[in-house]
């Protein structure tokens, strides 16, 4: 078993920036693909980044490409979410989950393909 715990989110006017952080426990960190996603009220849970276990391969979602940067310390148990630029439209609640059973080294924007998930953590922009 896995708990993800995501750093306190925030308020933050439009352009600015803010990093998210995510912290797992136990010893398996570096076996696992990491992923974020969002979910703003009255909306479904969208994919948002993704990271390979190595930490070599990331994916971004075409809303927060260029803007937001998914990267991982193994040796801290840590994956991050740098956002940049940000816009009132990427007020979510802000989740980090991890992959387990991911083959090939690669990543995944599925939600229903991550095994673990962490509490959520909340992100508004205002403009």
């Known amino acids: 078993q896995v708990q993800l715990v995501e750093s306190r989110g925030g308020l933050v006017q439009a352009g600015g920036s803010l990093r998210l952080a995510c912290t797992a426990s136990g010893r398996t960190f570096s076996t696992y693909a990491m992923g974020w996603f969002r979910q703003a009220p009255g909306k479904e849970r969208e994919f948002v980044a993704a990271?390979?276990?190595?930490?070599?391969?990331?994916y971004y979602a075409d809303s927060v490409k260029g803007r937001f940067t998914i990267a991982r310390e193994n040796a801290k148990n840590t994956v991050y979410l740098q956002m940049n630029s940000l816009k009132p439209e990427d007020t979510a609640v802000y989740f980090c989950?991890?992959?387990?059973?991911?083959?090939?080294?690669?990543?995944?924007?599925?939600?229903?393909?991550?095994?673990?998930w962490g509490q959520g953590t909340q992100v508004t922009v205002f403009s």
């Open positions: 990271i390979s276990r190595s930490g070599v391969i990331t």
């Open positions: 989950a991890a992959n387990a059973n991911l083959r090939g080294g690669g990543v995944t924007t599925k939600a229903i393909e991550y095994d673990y």
